[in-house]
């Protein structure tokens, strides 16, 4: 039973155009999601988050948005550049618990130049 | 400020042998998680631990486990491997372990049992 969902394996972005990843989680009980990204052969660097009491985070060219009712959450990377190609990973968590979290699958964004 | 160093990087063990895998979490941090990457996937919980102590478990069998020593240094072992534990090893390191902290990541140990 996957709680997190990323549907979109995969998504190529010209150049300095938006990027936008997307995530979907069936519990509603998760209140804290972050965005990792992951390079070929390292770990995952952690991105950004945003705590369920909030529906936008940004930071810098970076900015996640929160749909409760729809459990749905996107990030947004604008401009996208060449250095942003990469695998997304989104996670849930609960922010009261013990540190767990429940990752996507992942998206492969390629960013052309 | 040192990352969370993992070793070995590479590992080709055969069906049936055992391994143990280290992480080195960052200074000050003593919460260590274990995750599972294979294709597909994605990341799956093998474990956690705090200050010694195993506080959640994924949905692994019991040839998974795992430790924490008073320097919060963790070690993961697997017992009798499949084929199928072939994947990337990752660890994490929190200051609090509280789900609402980032986890900082090393760069993993991949696996392959031939």
């Known amino acids: 039973d996957q709680q997190v969902k990323q549907n979109s394996p995969s998504l190529s972005v010209q150049e300095g155009r938006i990027s936008i990843l997307n995530c979907d989680y069936t519990?509603?009980?998760?209140?804290?999601f972050l965005w990792y990204k992951k390079y070929p052969a390292e770990g995952p660097t952690f991105l950004i988050s945003?705590?369920?009491?909030?529906d936008k985070n940004e930071d810098g060219r970076f900015t996640v948005f929160l749909n409760k009712s729809a459990k749905h959450l996107s990030l947004h990377i604008v401009p996208s550049q060449p250095g942003d190609s990469a695998v997304y990973f989104c996670?849930?968590?609960?922010?009261?618990?013990?540190?767990?979290?429940?990752f996507g699958t992942g998206t492969r964004l390629k960013v052309l130049a | 400020k040192a990352g969370v160093t993992q070793t070995p990087r590479y590992l080709i063990k055969t069906r049936g042998q055992q391994v143990t895998l280290s992480c080195s979490p960052i200074?000050?941090?003593?919460?260590v998680s274990w995750y599972q990457q294979t294709p597909g996937q994605g990341l799956q919980f093998l474990f956690e631990?705090?200050?010694?102590?195993?506080?959640n478990k994924g949905n692994f069998p019991g040839r998974f486990s795992g430790r924490q020593f008073s320097n919060s240094r963790s070690e993961m072992n697997v017992s009798t491997l499949e084929l199928g534990d072939s994947a990337l090893y990752l660890c994490?390191?929190?200051?609090?372990?509280?789900?609402?902290?980032?986890?900082?990541f090393g760069q993993g140990t991949r696996l392959t049992v031939v």
């Open positions: 994490a390191s929190s200051r609090s372990g509280q789900g609402n902290t980032e986890a900082f």
């Open positions: 519990n509603s009980m998760f209140d804290y």
């Open positions: 945003i705590s369920s009491i909030k």
């Open positions: 996670a849930a968590s609960f922010a009261s618990g013990t540190y767990k979290y429940i």
């Open positions: 200074s000050g941090h003593r919460s």
């Open positions: 631990y705090f200050s010694e102590t195993q506080r």
